[in-house]
């Protein structure tokens, strides 16, 4: 008996979240409708000409398939819908922009509609993962496979290294730093493009065998630092774990979070490049 309501009550947990989940695409889809149509937006973004009224009210093709693509699945997003809600309500500020995600999961074509006519990167670290995700939405998705070196015991003392080496303190790319947590081997987009929002939800780090989040995050801090011009919004999830919680403080900095939801924690990191910021944290 207990077996069969435990069973109810998670069927009826995940319509809530796919309830959730469509209200969110609607109501996106509706801001997006009206921002297209209103006379600041037609003026700088479309062309004047005879085509343009037949299509302006109609909604995108890839938010549509998005819809369909979670209206038809019983499986739902990694993360918990006031999570998504923190990131949604920067995507709808900032999007169409540059979106730099490492992980690739249920909620990657999600991610991807939120900002339609921006650019979406994923980086994950299973190619069988990448192969069936994409496979699922087709053309719809950019992921590229990249492995791990480190592994989440050495969590501890790469922290320590972090915090004395003053290479670690120098803002610049990645590919340069001398210090041992930068990443300097990832795919060439993510050093070519300049990120308005990266999120942090990979490598796994949920055992000590598998590698963890310890130089993504650092770098992640180190993209956003270096960008020429204006913020960057960090997020990082499972920000309640040691190797999360401990990196995210020290190298994102405390005093540059904004926002923390169950796992999810939001950190908004100016540009360092005018040389008016010194430290490495405020």
Known sequence: MKENQATSKNKHIMIINKLILSCMFFIFLLYLILRTNSPSFKLKNLPINSSTSS???KIPPSLAEALFHYAATNITPQQKHDEISM??????KKSPCNFLIFGLGFD????SSFNHNGRTIFIEEDKDWIEKITKEVPNKIEAYHYTYETKLDQATELLNIGRREDSCKIVGDPRNSKCPLAL?????????????????????????????????????GLLAR?????????????????AEDKFSRSFLCEEYIREEVRYLRHFTI???????IKSFCP
């Open 226 to 242: 270096n960008k020429e011009n204006g913020e960057t919004d960090v997020f990082v999830h499972d920000c309640k774990r040691y």
């Open 87 to 92: 990131t949604f309500r920067v995507l709808e």
């Open 55 to 57: 299509t302006c009210n």
């Open 184 to 220: 300097k081997n990832l795919p060439k987009q993510v050093y070519e493009i300049e990120w308005d929002v990266i999120m942090v939800d990979a490598p796994r780090g949920s055992s000590f065998d598998q590698p963890g989040r310890m130089k993504v995050i650092y770098t992640a």
């Open 108 to 111: 990657s074509l999600m991610w």
């Open 270 to 276: 100016p540009s360092y490049r005018s040389g008016l």
